[in-house]
Antibody
Framework: EVRLVQSGAEVKKAGESLKISCKGS????????IDWVRHMPGKGLEWLGI????????RYSPSFQGQVTISADKSINTVYLQWSSLKASDTAMYYC????????????WGQGTLVTVSS | DIVMTQSPLSLPVTPGEPASISCRSS???????????LDWYLQRPGQSPQLLIY???NRASGVPDRFSGSGSGTDFTLTISRVEAEDVGIYYC?????????FGGGTKVEIK
């Protein structure tokens, strides 16, 4: 079974750093792009960016370039999303998802990581 | 960026009746390879989104055949032939044509 398992919920203060993870299993992890998607409370879904774990090639949405960093450790089938200085506006659920057809559709999705940032 | 616009925002449905959701893109999603790079996702309450339809009209594995996707270019439709109670949630369209990927604003389907 193809699965993406994300790290647990985080509660942080503004200005702190954070790194959340997404571990894949059940498929050849290095051969598929992994996307990160944000879901803010009461809002729609937003695409942050994508990484190819095989060579760590990364692309960011212009809206999130410089705001987050996406990385991968293919030796442990894990990709990461990190912030160097959190803001209250980063409070959201973050999902990872495997991309298929190149990087064109997303299946499956991880269970989500809730990040809460207090000011 | 490609802008994705969904309608309606909210859709009250009656079990057993059909339902449809519209998605429009600000530019054509028809690739030169003949495929439309448009997907549909369902986020049930308290769950992660799940893929329903990819490349405009292909049902994902395990998706019931009451779900179908149609359209081409800039206009797309998700149709549920006979709504069931488990179909409630928020439906999103998303384009996969180029970076950045973008989603529609979502359509909330609820039982009348």
């Amino acid at each position: 079974e193809v699965r993406l398992v994300q790290s647990g919920a985080e509660v942080k203060k503004a200005g702190e750093s954070l790194k959340i993870s997404c571990k894949g299993s059940g498929y050849n992890f290095t051969n598929y792009w992994i996307d990160w998607v944000r879901h803010m409370p009461g809002k729609g879904l937003e695409w942050l960016g994508i990484i190819y774990p095989g060579n760590s090639e990364t692309r960011y949405s212009p809206s999130f370039q410089g705001q987050v960093t996406i990385s991968a450790d293919k030796s442990i089938n894990t990709v990461y999303l990190q912030w160097s200085s959190l803001k209250a506006s980063d409070t959201a659920m973050y999902y990872c998802a495997r991309a298929l057809g190149g990087y064109n559709w997303l299946d499956p999705w991880g269970q989500g990581t809730l990040v809460t940032v207090s000011s | 960026d490609i802008v994705m616009t969904q309608s309606p925002l909210s859709l009250p449905v009656t079990p057993g009746e059909p339902a449809s959701i519209s998605c429009r893109s600000s530019q054509s999603l028809l690739h030169s390879n003949g495929y439309n790079y448009l997907d549909w996702y369902l986020q049930r309450p308290g769950q992660s989104p799940q893929l329903l339809i990819y490349l405009g009209s292909n049902r994902a594995s395990g998706v019931p055949d009451r779900f179908s996707g149609s359209g081409s270019g800039t206009d797309f439709t998700l149709t549920i032939s006979r709504v069931e109670a488990e179909d409630v949630g928020i439906y999103y369209c998303m384009h996969g044509l180029q970076s950045p990927l973008t989603f529609g604003g979502g359509t909330k389907v609820e039982i009348k």
